[in-house]
Each structure stands twice: as structure tokens, then as C-alpha cells.
């Protein structure tokens, strides 16, 4: 369960609610309960279940997902679809006089708009996923070892950054390597949490894949330090996107919890010639080295 997002989402827990009561008010309001023996109990087994699989998405949708259109789109189809599910399941039990009819006729109609809202919502999930694999794309580079992604950042891991970078020497492939590291980020964790420290680092991560290219390579290298592999780039050209970065993180306004003030972080970031160190680990003591001796002031 994430709770940020069931935070977030409470209106869609208060409207879902709201919608299963408003169809047990007007299955109890206009109708009168079977006798036991009237009631044919597989109907309403059946009918059971798939009220309570309708509920069930509804819970996972919310809890799942983080806030947005296609998020309502979804929990309001499925909406639709558990109240018609609801109003089958007490109609089992409950019969009605020949003036409350159009209650049953009711049934069907929430159920196919909530389809067609569905629908929508899918078509609107597809292109989130087509999205994210682009992003996906970008961190994997051109290989894939899911064993090593970083279950905070789902950023690869310093160790594929190591391999990928000595692959690069071995080939002799041309290009810069980068570290960057986020300014005074242990006092962030002690005065916010470490909860929201790794939401923080999450928009970093997503803020970092953003501005490379589909052919670089980015990895959380511990704590709040990522380095980067950038093939087939002069140093002048990375040098520039590393100050584009430290701007973009400069601006990137980060909310903790329900605060509505902003909080603002700097980063430091070193760049080297993927040729200028022997291989990884000397090419990120030079760059750690570089790091630690720029001044926070600086960045």
C-alpha cells in the first residue's frame, strides 16, 4: 500500500463510497426484503463475487496509483461497474412493487458507461506505459541486468556502471563520465525523514533521465551520488548539460507531506573524459576527488 497515494486520492475514496451508498439507499428505500426461501442463494454467490472484485480494483487502483486523470478515469469507470454489481447483488434479496421497476432497468445503464469510461482510461494508461519504456530504454542502455537496479531510483546500481564503463574502454569508445551529488542531502533526511528523502531522490532520478540522451547511461552510485556514462560526447558538450542539470535541480520544487512550502536543493557534479582514468574505480576516485573538493557555496 502506498499511503502517499491513498493521501492524495481521498476525494476518490470519499466518491466511491458515496456511489455504493447511493445504490444501497435505493435498493433498501424502494424495495422489501425476500423471504429466505424466495432467495436463490448461486445468484447471489455469483453476484457476490463480482461485487466484490469491482470493490477490490477500486482499492487497488487507488492505493496503486499515483494521482491523476487516468487515475479517475479508472476508479470512476470502475465505479460504474460495482454499482450496477451492487444494485444485482441486493436485487437478489430484495423484491420490488410494479411503481419502483425502473429500479431494475437501472441496472445495466451504470455499468456500460463505466466501459466506455474504462476505455478511456486504458487508451490513456497505454501511453503512460509507451512513456515509461522510453524511459526504461534510456536507463538500460544497451544491456539488461535487472538484478542490479536500485529499488529506490530503479536506476542502475554502481556496479553496471562500472561494467558498462569498462566494456566502453575496452572498445575504445570515445566520450565523459560524470558524478553528481546533492548538497547537505543527510540534513534533508534528518529534518524531513528518510521517507520523503527517497521520494526526493525519485524526482531526481526522473529529472536526471530526462535530460540525457537515449544513449547515456545513468546510475545511482550510493546514497545521494549518481554518475553518469555518456558515450560518444566531448567534454565541452557534457560540461554544459551537467550546469543545464544543477539548474534544473536548483528549481525543481520539492513539497514534503501535506507542506504546501517548497523546499529547494543544489548539487555539485564533476566531468572526465572517459579516457582519463585507467578504468571505473579510477575513474570515480578522480571524480569523487573532484567533487569533494568543490565548495557547496559553488554549486
Given at each position: 500500500?502506498?499511503?502517499?497515494?491513498?493521501?492524495?486520492?481521498?476525494?476518490?475514496?470519499?466518491?466511491?463510497?458515496?456511489?455504493?451508498?447511493?445504490?444501497?439507499?435505493?435498493?433498501?428505500?424502494?424495495?422489501?426484503?425476500?423471504?429466505a426461501a424466495e432467495?436463490?442463494?448461486?445468484?447471489?454467490?455469483?453476484?457476490?463475487?463480482?461485487?466484490?472484485?469491482?470493490?477490490?480494483?477500486?482499492?487497488?487502483?487507488?492505493?496503486?496509483?499515483?494521482?491523476?486523470?487516468?487515475?479517475?478515469?479508472?476508479?470512476?469507470?470502475?465505479?460504474?461497474?460495482?454499482?450496477?454489481?451492487?444494485?444485482?447483488?441486493?436485487?437478489?434479496?430484495?423484491?420490488?412493487?410494479?411503481?419502483?421497476?425502473?429500479?431494475?432497468?437501472?441496472?445495466?445503464?451504470?455499468?456500460?458507461?463505466?466501459?466506455?469510461?474504462?476505455?478511456?482510461?486504458?487508451?490513456?494508461?497505454?501511453?503512460?506505459?509507451?512513456?515509461?519504456?522510453?524511459?526504461?530504454?534510456?536507463?538500460?542502455?544497451?544491456?539488461?541486468?535487472?538484478?542490479?537496479?536500485?529499488?529506490?531510483?530503479?536506476?542502475?546500481?554502481?556496479?553496471?556502471?562500472?561494467?558498462?564503463?569498462?566494456?566502453?574502454?575496452?572498445?575504445?569508445?570515445?566520450?565523459?563520465?560524470?558524478?553528481?551529488?546533492?548538497?547537505?542531502?543527510?540534513?534533508?533526511?534528518?529534518?524531513?525523514?528518510?521517507?520523503?528523502?527517497?521520494?526526493?531522490l525519485q524526482d531526481?532520478?526522473?529529472?536526471?533521465?530526462?535530460?540525457?540522451?537515449?544513449?547515456?547511461?545513468?546510475?545511482?552510485?550510493?546514497?545521494?551520488?549518481?554518475?553518469?556514462?555518456?558515450?560518444?560526447?566531448?567534454?565541452?558538450?557534457?560540461?554544459?548539460?551537467?550546469?543545464?542539470?544543477?539548474?534544473?535541480?536548483?528549481?525543481?520544487?520539492?513539497?514534503?507531506?501535506?507542506?504546501?512550502?517548497?523546499?529547494?536543493?543544489?548539487?555539485?557534479?564533476?566531468?572526465?573524459?572517459?579516457?582519463?582514468?585507467?578504468?571505473?574505480?579510477?575513474?570515480?576516485?578522480?571524480?569523487?576527488?573532484?567533487?569533494?573538493?568543490?565548495?557547496?557555496?559553488?554549486?
Amino acid at each position: 500500500m502506498n499511503p502517499v497515494y491513498r493521501n492524495r486520492q481521498s476525494h476518490l475514496i470519499g466518491a466511491s463510497v458515496g456511489a455504493q451508498s447511493i445504490a444501497v439507499y435505493l435498493s433498501l428505500s424502494h424495495g422489501v426484503l425476500r423471504h429466505a426461501a424466495e432467495i436463490d442463494w448461486f445468484d447471489v454467490l455469483g453476484e457476490g463475487c463480482v461485487l466484490l472484485f469491482a470493490l477490490t480494483w477500486i482499492v487497488a487502483a487507488i492505493i496503486s496509483r499515483p494521482p491523476g486523470r487516468v487515475t479517475t478515469l479508472l476508479v470512476a469507470g470502475l465505479n460504474c461497474f460495482a454499482f450496477t454489481a451492487l444494485l444485482d447483488f441486493l436485487d437478489e434479496s430484495m423484491s420490488y412493487s410494479a411503481a419502483h421497476e425502473w429500479l431494475s432497468m437501472l441496472e445495466s445503464m451504470p455499468a456500460a458507461f463505466g466501459m466506455v469510461v474504462m476505455s478511456a482510461a486504458l487508451i490513456g494508461w497505454h501511453k503512460e506505459q509507451k512513456a515509461l519504456n522510453r524511459q526504461l530504454e534510456r536507463r538500460e542502455w544497451s544491456y539488461r541486468n535487472h538484478e542490479q537496479i536500485d529499488p529506490v531510483t530503479q536506476l542502475y546500481q554502481a556496479d553496471y556502471w562500472r561494467a558498462r564503463v569498462n566494456d566502453a574502454k575496452s572498445h575504445q569508445l570515445s566520450g565523459c563520465v560524470m558524478m553528481l551529488d546533492i548538497n547537505r542531502f543527510s540534513s534533508f533526511n534528518e529534518n524531513h525523514g528518510y521517507q520523503e528523502g527517497d521520494r526526493f531522490l525519485q524526482d531526481i532520478a526522473r529529472l536526471l533521465i530526462m535530460h540525457v540522451r537515449a544513449s547515456d547511461l545513468v546510475c545511482r552510485f550510493a546514497g545521494d551520488r549518481f554518475v553518469f556514462l555518456m558515450p560518444e560526447l566531448s567534454c565541452e558538450s557534457a560540461t554544459r548539460l551537467a550546469s543545464d542539470i544543477q539548474v534544473s535541480i536548483r528549481h525543481l520544487a520539492f513539497k514534503c507531506g501535506a507542506n504546501t512550502t517548497a523546499l529547494f536543493q543544489s548539487a555539485r557534479v564533476s566531468v572526465l573524459n572517459i579516457n582519463d582514468g585507467t578504468d571505473a574505480d579510477n575513474l570515480l576516485c578522480m571524480l569523487q576527488s573532484r567533487l569533494n573538493s568543490q565548495d557547496f557555496h559553488a554549486a
